[in-house]
């Protein structure tokens, strides 16, 4: 009773999830419908079925290109698709009757001029997007302040200040700030305008600088400390200027000290060194790049750079939503300069805040470390490189098992077919949930620390290790013996006991043993390398998993110091696999 209600229970959960699990098979989007004719069909009978649906549902079905074999497209919705599947007499004649879904690259938004932020596909922002979109994170833009232009009506605000004018409302009125705003959190995906790179973070407006685009060190200091007490995640400050000032280092200690990661404008002086605020040491300064990612004219370089992004310049400016400074209007404009390459990088630094990033330093080194390195840099014009949206996030939620990347994962890999989870009832339910846990599991440890092109010999490997050829073990043929069905069905763990056919683990083959052993044998081949590796890895997972389902062991016994056995030698497997892989990654 139990394990019926427990069943129950599973599938429930599973229900619910696949009801409100985004980009599911029955949330697609599509106008059109496929009907695939079934290859004993006549071209006579085809004809026949194609007139009858154009003078049902006055459509015109077509071939699907010149190439199709027996696939015809035609236009249709919901109704249209549930009115052919229920039609006996095509259904009979077809293979499938299903939507025509329409898939984008990656996640495309749907404001009509961001095929024009050529600046946004330098940074590989989609990448990016597919994971996060910098939702709860606070950037602070310390600038000209931010006016509310249309393409900023979605994007969320909290309360900031204006520091020239001592007032609560820090509205821009040049320009400046507005766009790099944008830059930033550009209402995104409302179809209008263009798009901005952490479009659900928040922007705090503070206003530093006056009509003349100057402010004084002593109103951008206290813009930092306002930011930092009042929950700001992120400063930009695309704005500097020559001149060391205590004032503003100390200002700019206290907001680090506080967990604020501070990104700022190298500057525009085409000279050999940051400007300040940029040059100092816990601000992330930005060099800027042009369309075709080399340094940009005006941006400076060399002492202090720490990464670049793209600024613009004639050849192509970065667009945003903005004020007309002659008229207060809200405008579409190019802008140029480090002051619209800074908010590129604080923009990808909330999307590492989103995803639990929390300390400045470690913003700072993921940037770093996930930026595209450019060779023969002697000037240091890009600094660690240039800005990289997608390999920053990448890098960012590498070793993190989340409930959206195990989702995505089962979508993939066809799990959430409730078919899949029904068949063979209750008692193969935990079984299901350890195969579908463990093959998690060593998928997520080979993305994450075993970056390696997939092959042949790998992939034998994994499965000799962890399943074997695992339907052959209920193979049954009449009068003929089982042993060498149960043996090719077994994995390299269960070969101890695979003649026999029983469930206790011999120490041998249940251990780091076999893999150490096959990799002694096989290092120095091109190819069968790869095998023992796989073989490492699927017998590290299969040893995982097992540890966990009642394990028994030869000379170990069961329970807890049978888990124990299995885990460390699963561990071994997994050092095992990892210090051999360093170095043979470029040979495959």
């Known amino acids: 009773m139990k394990k019926i209600l427990l069943f129950c229970l599973f599938i429930i959960g599973i229900s619910f999830a696949l009801w409100n699990f985004k980009g599911l098979a029955n949330r697609g989007e599509y106008s059109s419908i496929v009907l695939d004719f079934q290859d004993n069909v006549s071209k006579t009978e085809i004809l026949q079925e194609l007139d009858a649906i154009a003078s049902t549902y006055n459509v015109k079905p077509h071939l699907n290109s010149e190439f199709s074999q027996g696939v015809y497209i035609l236009e249709g919705d919901k109704q249209t698709l549930k009115a052919l599947k229920k039609s006996k007499l095509i259904r009979s004649a077809t293979e499938y009757i299903e939507?025509?879904?329409?898939?984008?690259?990656?996640?495309?938004?749907?404001?009509?001029?961001?095929?024009?932020?050529?600046?946004?596909?330098?940074?590989?922002?989609?990448?990016?997007?597919?994971?996060?979109?910098?939702?709860?994170?606070?950037?602070?833009?310390?600038?000209?302040?931010?006016?509310?232009?249309?393409?900023?009506?979605?994007?969320?605000?909290?309360?900031?200040?204006?520091?020239?004018?001592?007032?609560?409302?820090?509205?821009?009125?040049?320009?400046?700030?507005?766009?790099?705003?944008?830059?930033?959190?550009?209402?995104?995906?409302?179809?209008?305008?263009?798009a901005g790179i952490a479009y659900e973070a928040k922007i705090m407006p503070i206003k530093v600088l006056s009509a003349s685009g100057g402010g004084t060190v002593s109103d951008i200091a206290e813009g930092i400390r306002f930011a930092a007490d009042n929950g700001a995640d992120i400063i930009n400050m695309s704005l500097g200027g020559g001149g060391e000032s205590k004032l503003l280092e100390d200002a700019i200690h206290y907001a680090y000290d506080k967990g604020v990661a501070i990104i700022a404008?190298?500057?525009?002086?085409?000279?050999?060194?940051?400007?300040?605020?940029?040059?100092?040491?816990?601000v992330l300064s930005v060099s800027a790049l042009d369309p075709a990612g080399l340094k940009a004219p005006y941006s400076n370089y060399g002492a202090g750079v720490d990464i670049s992004a793209p600024g613009g310049s004639e050849q192509g400016k970065v667009l945003q939503n903005t004020i007309d400074p002659s008229t207060g209007e809200a405008v579409f404009l190019g802008f140029q300069g480090t002051s619209m390459a800074s908010p590129h990088v604080a923009g990808v630094a909330a999307l590492l805040k989103a995803e639990g990033i929390d300390s400045p330093a470690e913003i700072y080194e993921i940037l770093k470390q996930s930026a595209r390195p450019v060779e023969e840099d002697d000037l240091n014009h890009f600094g660690a490189g240039q800005l990289d949206a997608g390999a920053a996030v990448k890098l960012a939620i590498k070793g993190q098992i989340t409930f959206k990347d195990f989702f995505r994962w089962l979508r993939d890999n066809g799990y959430l077919n409730l078919r899949f989870w029904f068949d063979g009832g209750?008692?193969?339910?935990?079984?299901?949930?350890?195969?579908?846990?463990?093959?998690?599991?060593?998928?997520?440890?080979?993305?994450?620390?075993?970056?390696?092109?997939?092959?042949?010999?790998?992939?034998?490997?994994?499965i000799a290790g962890s399943s074997g050829i695992f339907f052959l073990r209920g193979f049954y043929i009449f009068d003929l013996p089982q042993a060498p069905f149960r043996v090719l069905g077994s994995s390299i763990p269960e070969l101890g006991t695979a003649i026999q056919g029983g469930s206790t683990l011999n120490p041998l083959f249940a251990s780091i043993l076999i893999p150490a052993g096959l990799i002694v044998l096989f290092l120095g081949h091109p190819h069968w390398k790869?095998?023992?590796?796989?073989?490492?890895?699927?017998?590290?997972?299969?040893?995982?998993?097992?540890?966990?389902?009642?394990?028994?062991?030869?000379?170990v016994g069961g329970g807890i110091s049978a888990s124990i056995f299995l885990l460390v030698n699963a561990v071994l497997c997994v050092i095992l696999g990892r210090f051999i892989i360093k170095g043979e990654v470029q040979g495959i």
């Open 265 to 282: 404008a190298a500057g525009n002086e085409n000279r050999n060194s940051s400007s300040y605020p940029a040059r100092y040491p816990r």
């Open 530 to 555: 790869w095998f023992s590796i796989g073989t490492t890895l699927g017998v590290a997972s299969y040893l995982a998993v097992s540890a966990f389902l009642s394990p028994v062991v030869w000379g």
């Open 99 to 194: 939507p025509n879904y329409i898939y984008h690259t990656l996640e495309r938004p749907n404001d009509p001029d961001y095929n024009k932020q050529w600046n946004f596909q330098n940074i590989n922002i989609e990448e990016a997007w597919a994971e996060t979109k910098g939702d709860g994170v606070v950037v602070a833009v310390i600038d000209t302040g931010v006016s509310k232009v249309p393409d900023l009506k979605e994007t969320k605000f909290v309360k900031g200040y204006d520091f020239v004018n001592d007032k609560v409302d820090a509205g821009d009125d040049v320009g400046h700030g507005t766009h790099v705003a944008g830059t930033i959190a550009q209402s995104t995906n409302n179809g209008y305008g263009v």
């Open 426 to 462: 209750a008692i193969a339910l935990l079984p299901k949930l350890g195969m579908v846990i463990g093959s998690y599991l060593l998928a997520w440890l080979l993305r994450n620390y075993f970056p390696f092109s997939w092959t042949w010999w790998l992939s034998s490997g994994l």
